[in-house]
């Protein structure tokens, strides 16, 4: 896939300018470190490259980016005041969690069903 498709998949799927945002930098050095050997088999930066990213790298990508969102959030705490005090984690921080293990750590976008054969 060429570079304005990654970039739109990869945003689109991390919502980077929701909070917590991510910047653009942040985003482009995402988007730099996905990028895979091209169609003749052209090694990243290679002579030749033809910058080219696939759905796996993409989903790499967005691992990691949720993973700086969540990084981001970690010191965010909902606070309630009164009888029934309390303080938790905020909830942005547990939707990115959630968010995050949808990914997997497979980079199969929900969850990995691994086919074995015997």
């Known amino acids: 896939m060429n570079a304005v ?5 990869l945003e689109d799927q991390l919502q980077w300018n929701v909070k ?3 910047t653009v930098a942040e985003v482009d ?5 996905a990028r ?5 088999v052209v090694a990243v930066d290679g002579v030749g490259y033809v910058p080219t990213w696939s ?3 993409i989903r790499t990508a967005t691992r990691q980016g949720l993973t700086m969102k969540m990084a981001k959030a970690s010191a965010q705490f909902d606070v309630a005041a009164g009888e029934g005090t ?4 905020s909830q942005t921080y ?16 929900i969850g ?5 054969s015997s």
């Open 55 to 57: 759905m796996e790298s």
């Open 86 to 89: 309390s303080f938790k984690r």
């Open 5 to 9: 498709t990654a970039r739109a998949l």
């Open 36 to 40: 895979i050997p091209d169609a003749s």
């Open 112 to 116: 990995a069903i691994q086919l074995r």
């Open 20 to 22: 917590p945002v991510l």
């Open 29 to 33: 050095r995402l988007l730099e470190h």
């Open 94 to 109: 547990e939707m990115l969690e959630r968010l995050l293990r949808l990914y997997g750590s497979s980079g199969s976008g």
